[in-house]
């Protein structure tokens, strides 16, 4: 596994196993799967509901804890701060753990200033080792930036081939923050696994669609979560690092950006409005 050193020298792999839309009831076996074939990232968060089978998963492994990177997410229904710092107990214990490796603003919607307060206060103490943010443009992120103490470690943001996010890559490389792709595989859309030039790139390197664009990514600088339950899928995705694409590869792939999100545009009010009055619990 190759690692990105995130700001406070916490290093975080490359590569992670995302387990968002994994039905709680095959959570636990799914990571358990991802942690034998050597997945060291575990990516979960409150909305996905299935935190305490990723907990089960990590403790049934047998695996030390401190070689398990594990990431979770405050959901925007609780950003008031103390309502953030209640959602983080909750989640800790859900999981089962004593610490958080990486702790998340899920969106950037409603009072994300009092919920960065929040964490800051908790990776102060020593139960987040590193704090971040997910899917905030590069005008949110440097407002946030502006007014509170400590920069994000980390921005995850959907980043595929559809939406290559240069921009976003070229911005975050020059603060020093990390850039994390969340579905990369752009959830299957634009029919992503037989599109002739990934197909292409892939056989000529005897690998599968998703091997090629995860080592895109990282070849860009840019770390990944990818999710799947088939175990050949799940070691396809983690073995990148024995590869390299050309420069020819990188820019065939490079060109197939839209400049747009194949899933959902962030910049339609009624996303924003779903995304941020969306409710997790009572």
């Not at 020298?9 to 009831?25: C, H, L, N, R, T």
């Not at 074939?37 to 089960?56: M, P, Q």
């Amino acid at each position: 596994m190759e690692y990105f050193k995130l700001n406070g020298d916490v290093m975080i792999p490359a590569v992670g196993f995302g387990v968002y839309q994994i039905p709680k009831e095959k959570t636990q076996q799914a990571v358990e799967q991802a942690l034998e074939l050597g997945y060291r990232l575990i990516d979960t968060a409150a909305s996905y509901f299935n935190e305490a089978e990723v907990g089960a998963a990590i403790r049934h492994s047998g695996i030390p804890r401190e070689e398990i990177f594990v990431t979770t997410k405050l959901w925007v229904q609780d950003y008031e701060y103390a309502d953030a710092l209640k959602a983080f107990e909750v989640s800790r214990r859900s999981l089962g753990l004593d610490y958080l490796d990486l702790y998340l603003l899920h969106k950037p919607y409603g009072n994300y200033y009092a919920a960065w307060r929040a964490v800051e206060k908790l990776h102060h103490e020593g139960l987040i080792r590193a704090i971040g943010v997910t899917s905030f443009s590069n005008e949110r992120l440097q407002d946030l930036m502006l007014h509170n103490e400590a920069a994000p470690a980390l921005n995850q943001l959907e980043t595929n081939p559809f939406f290559a996010q240069e921009d976003a890559r070229q911005y975050l490389s020059g603060m020093g923050i990390c850039h994390q792709a969340w579905s990369p595989f752009a959830e299957g859309k634009n029919g992503i696994f037989t599109h002739p030039v990934l197909t292409q790139i892939a056989a000529a390197h005897q690998r599968g669609v998703g091997a090629v664009i995860l080592r895109w990514l990282y070849q860009r600088g840019i770390g990944a979560v990818a999710k799947s339950v088939r175990v050949e899928r799940m070691r396809e995705n983690l073995n990148i690092f024995d590869f390299a694409l050309t420069a020819e590869e990188m820019a065939q792939i490079n060109a197939l950006n839209t400049g747009k999100s194949p899933i959902y545009d962030d910049q339609d009010l009624a996303v924003t409005k779903a995304i941020g009055t969306y409710k997790i619990h009572a």
